[in-house]
């Protein structure tokens, strides 16, 4: 398959120099965050002048959300498929906690790269690049896996779209807990997430009645 890049008529130099300089802008991320994270800071760490960065990116900006993108994409390439082997929605949801964390774990400069990224960019008029908008279609996907548990009566009665909330904030708060506590026990708390899940979704669970339309629409 044709890279993005190769469709845009990059040469395989060209699209080599913009993975070194994501790579490189990836590595300054974490160890250095965001306000340390200049074009001359990732042009040292790439070993390239600071024209050579403007030249395949134009500004820092653009950097950054090159490297959100990469993230994204591989984050998606990571969990996706082993979401969608299972065929269960217990499964997919249990899949899908470990796959998430797992990720944090073998990815951990990435996604540091990305939180920082995601609570310090800001367009031009000064608001954040991203924010809760999106993560919707991450939600959307979780809240279908729930509804399908419901409807199969694998899971209990509950909100699906509250529970899909709760199950998105408790992976993002593992990448909190990392970047505090770098020698953190992901295994471990991979284990306990989907312990805390099955618990909340179990069948035998009675708790809210299911969301409504109106509800739902509410909550975006």
């Known amino acids: 398959m044709r890279s993005e890049n190769s469709e845009l008529g990059l040469t395989f130099l060209e699209e080599a120099r913009r993975r070194q300089i994501i790579d490189c802008t990836i590595d300054v991320l974490a160890e250095d965050g ?3 994270t200049t074009l001359a800071r990732i042009a040292q760490r790439a070993k390239v002048s600071k024209s050579v960065i403007v030249y395949h990116f134009g500004t820092k900006d653009e950097v950054l959300l090159a490297v959100a993108e990469e993230v994204f994409t591989r984050a998606t390439e990571a969990v996706g498929p082993r979401v ?3 065929t269960t929605a217990s499964g997919k949801l249990r899949t899908y906690l470990q796959a998430r964390v ?3 774990a073998t990815q951990r400069a990435h996604m540091l790269a990305l939180i920082e990224i995601w609570m310090n960019l800001r367009d ?7 924010g809760e ?3 919707v279609d991450t939600v959307d996907a979780i ?3 729930l509804r399908a548990g419901q409807k199969s009566h ?3 009665s509950f909100d699906p779209a509250v529970m899909s909330m709760a199950v998105r904030q408790a992976v993002d708060g593992v990448l909190l807990q990392l970047r505090a506590h770098p020698d953190l026990d992901l295994d471990h708390y991979a284990k306990e997430l989907v312990a805390l899940f099955d618990r909340a979704t179990a069948a035998t669970s ?3 009645t299911p969301i409504t339309s109106s509800t739902r629409k509410g909550r975006r």
Do not use: P, W
């Not at 031009?124 to 991203?130: P, T």
């Open 102 to 104: 797992a990720f944090l």
């Open 206 to 208: 009675r708790t809210t």
């Open 143 to 145: 809240e279908q896996i």
């Open 84 to 86: 969608a082997a299972e």
């Open 34 to 36: 965001y306000s340390r």
């Open 133 to 135: 908008a999106d993560a």
């Open 154 to 156: 694998e899971f209990g």
């Open 124 to 130: 031009e008029h000064g608001q954040l690049r991203f």
